[in-house]
């Protein structure tokens, strides 16, 4: 299901008319994750008639959870008889679900703190970075999924308290540096998986500004482009990617439909509230067409479309007023993804309220919610932007 997501996510068809050969239909989608359980099963010596596979959101256009349930008989202690009585067949079960988590954006700083750098921190696959290695790292993820390929972020800025653990864990200069010596602690260097990459990223990662660090860990790669690891330059490269402030960092991030003036509050609050800069982009595309004075026949007003009573709760005096609203937005997307665990239902519960969303934790049977939403994903995978989820795995029972 990781994998075959941003197929989902895909346009059904190609600017052109023509159908995306990329797209994946939910059938297809759910039958591969359903063979897949079945292999995996096989591969352990489990017959498939032990195996039962169901999807919890399964009325959701995109489902990211996988329930499986494997039965089996319990081999009694000796003597199967009990005074004078056949002993009952016992059976048992064993129920896993594997999901993509929660986004726990409250618990992750906004600042780096304790290393070599004290600048803002943007957050990819739950790791800090600055925030030009996370504009430089998303051009870099969307060139590697136009090759097949799905990077993961196994580790970013990491502490000098955070070095020193795992230093006193692993205590081997050649693999982990110690303490204070780690280019981790300038948040420039990234951990960068899985196995099957190393490949594409030791001939292409170049051309985004990242180098192997070591020739002996074809997994670290570091950001090698000014300002320079744990400078002073370095600390001054602002929420929207700018060194010292000056100018739009050039906006990599966003897709290239985004008007130029709403580029750098995008960035600022994307970067601010941790939500990705290229969702909400989709988004203001999808609400008013970038048009900060629109309105609806509904009530909803500016940019953003906030409706009176929740641009109050969000503080938002003036909902035609760009940036504040872009900033609002930000807020808004933020809360509801640590609510409802993922940008689907986020978006969905925007457009529809959270209440509906809450009741069948999928992506309500509204028609134009369904469209809202398939709207801004499908503006996200034109843009390579599509954001894939990690997904954990725990046992029930």
Not at 2 to 31: I, M, Q, V
Not at 299 to 315: L, V
Request: glycine content about 10%.
């Amino acid at each position: 299901m990781r994998d075959d997501l941003p197929r989902l996510l895909a346009p059904p068809t190609l600017p052109s008319g023509l159908p995306n050969p990329a797209h994946l239909e939910k059938a297809a989608y759910l039958f591969r994750a359903r063979v897949a359980a079945v292999e995996v099963a096989e591969g352990n010596e489990i017959a498939a008639g032990r195996l039962r596979v169901s999807f919890p959101d399964l009325v959701s256009f995109a489902p990211v959870r996988v329930k499986a349930v494997v039965t089996g008989g319990l081999e009694l202690s000796a003597g199967g008889k009990k005074g004078g009585e056949e002993r009952p067949a016992v059976e048992a079960s064993a129920i896993a679900e594997a999901s993509a988590p929660a986004t726990s954006i409250g618990s992750m700083p906004t600042m780096a703190s304790g290393g070599g750098y004290s600048g803002p921190l943007v957050y990819r696959d739950g790791e800090g970075m600055r925030p030009d290695v996370a504009a430089a790292f998303d051009r870099m993820a969307a060139a590697a999924s136009a090759a097949g390929l799905t990077l993961v972020v196994n580790s970013g800025f990491r502490s000098d308290a955070e070095q020193a653990a795992l230093f006193a864990a692993h205590p081997d200069p050649r693999w982990v540096a110690p303490p204070g010596h780690s280019l981790h602690r300038c948040a420039t260097e990234l951990d960068l998986g899985p196995e099957s990459a190393y490949a594409w990223l030791a001939a292409n990662a170049s051309r985004f500004g990242f180098v192997q660090r070591y020739s002996w860990e074809a997994w670290h790669y570091g950001y090698d482009r000014p300002p320079a690891p744990c400078s002073a330059a370095g600390n001054a490269v602002d929420a929207g990617g700018a060194s010292g402030g000056d100018g739009d960092f050039a906006g990599a991030s966003l897709p290239s439909f985004v008007p130029p003036q709403f580029r750098a509050p995008l960035l600022r609050a994307a970067n601010h509230w941790n939500v990705s800069a290229a969702l909400l982009a989709a988004q203001l595309m999808a609400e008013s067409n970038f048009n900060p004075y629109a309105g609806s026949s509904a009530g909803a007003q500016g940019i953003a479309q906030f409706m009176p009573s929740t641009a109050a709760a969000y503080g938002l005096k003036d909902p035609f007023d760009a940036e504040e609203a872009i900033d609002a937005q930000a807020h808004l997307m933020s809360d509801l993804i640590r609510q409802f665990g993922s940008a689907q239902l986020a978006l969905a519960a925007y457009n529809a309220g959270p209440a509906p969303v809450e009741a069948c934790h999928c992506v309500p049977a509204y028609p134009e919610t369904q469209a809202y939403v398939s709207r801004i994903l499908a503006l996200l995978g034109g843009t390579g932007a599509v954001f894939v989820p990690t997904f954990e795995v725990r046992l029930i029972a």
